[in-house]
Every structure is written in structure tokens, then in C-alpha cells.
């Protein structure tokens, strides 16, 4: 059974700091592709980062120099360091997991909020 399972959301002032973690089971989490993605309320989910299984990152314009996602394969862990935050930030942060066409999950999210 395959479970993402995302931790260290909360509320966050402007300009402050987060660091979400996204734990996998039940993959053989150092050949998958990792990403972040959130979704705000009456919006649609968009993607935040991604970190391709030999490290390679790509990041939404929108949080470009601002957040930084990571992976330890060695815990089976994706992160997602986020900095400078914004109101604007806010959302439901979820953790996916994919492989090629035929694999692919979601973590359940977790909530970000930042104060204005």
C-alpha cells in the first residue's frame, strides 16, 4: 500500500519560513519522480516543484528563488524548504509521486496559511 504522508504546514507570518516533509511507503521512493503542488480555495491544483529521481528540480515562477524542494532517499523523504513567505502562499500544499504514465500518487495535504 502506497501512502505520502505530509507533515509541517501551519500558520506563518509574512516573510517567515516553513519546511514541508513528505514521507513515502510502499515505493521504491529513490526511482520516482517527487513534486510539490498546492492548491488555494477556488483555484485549481498547480504545481509548486519537482525533483526528478537523479535530482534535477523545477520550480513554478511564482516561488522561484524563494522555495527549495529536496529529496533523502535515504528516508524516504521529499522536502519543500519555503521562504519569504506570502499571503498569497496559502493553500493546501499536496506531495505527489510519480513514475512514467502508469504510477502515480497523492499524498493527503497539508495546510499552509499565511497571515496578512
Known amino acids: 500500500q502506497v501512502q505520502l504522508v505530509e507533515s509541517g504546514g501551519g500558520l506563518v507570518q509574512p516573510g517567515g519560513s516553513l519546511r514541508l516533509s513528505c514521507a513515502a511507503s510502499?515505493?521504491?521512493?529513490?526511482?520516482?519522480?517527487m513534486g510539490w503542488y498546492r492548491q488555494a480555495p477556488g483555484k485549481q491544483r498547480e504545481l509548486v516543484a519537482t525533483?526528478?529521481?537523479?535530482?534535477?528540480?523545477n520550480y513554478a515562477d511564482s516561488v522561484k528563488g524563494r522555495f527549495t524542494i529536496s529529496r533523502d532517499n535515504a528516508k524516504n523523504t521529499v522536502y519543500l524548504q519555503m521562504n519569504s513567505l506570502r499571503h498569497e502562499d496559502t493553500a493546501v500544499y499536496y506531495c505527489?509521486?510519480?513514475?512514467?504514465?502508469?504510477?502515480?500518487?497523492w499524498g493527503q495535504g497539508t495546510q499552509v496559511t499565511g497571515s496578512s
Open positions: 505527489n509521486a510519480h513514475l512514467g504514465l502508469s504510477y502515480n500518487y
Open positions: 525533483i526528478r529521481s537523479e535530482g534535477t528540480t
Open positions: 510502499g515505493i521504491i521512493f529513490s526511482i520516482y519522480n
